[in-house]
Nanobody
């Protein structure tokens, strides 16, 4: 059974940093591209960062380019998102999943950027 468990969110001031983690199980992690998504209140869930299965190529939505960095540890079946220079607009629930498969969503982790 596929499980995706996100962690690392919290309350942070504008300009601050957080690192999110996604522990996975139930599938062969190293065989899939992985992505981080976010859903702000009243909005759809959007893909914000994606990394290829070997970890060599990553892509970001324009709003987070230069501030967020996605990475993975295939030995630990874990995905990461380093978030720097956080803005109030980054406030959302963050999820991980396999892009274009997008099943078995986890509970997500709340990130709140506020004074």
């Amino acid at each position: 059974q596929v499980q995706l468990v996100e962690s690392g969110g919290g309350l942070v001031e504008p300009g601050g940093s957080l690192t999110l983690s996604c522990a996975t199980s139930g599938f062969t992690f190293r065989d899939y591209n992985m992505g981080w998504y976010r859903q702000a209140p009243g909005k759809e869930r959007d893909l914000v960062a994606e990394i290829t299965l070997g970890g060599y190529i990553s892509n970001y939505t324009d709003s987070v380019k230069g501030r967020f960095a996605i990475s993975r540890n295939n030995a630990r079946n874990t995905l990461y998102l380093q978030m720097n220079s956080l803005k109030p607009d980054d406030t959302a629930v963050y999820y991980c999943n396999r892009p274009r498969i997008e099943r078995n969503w986890g509970q997500g982790t709340q990130v709140t950027v506020s004074l």
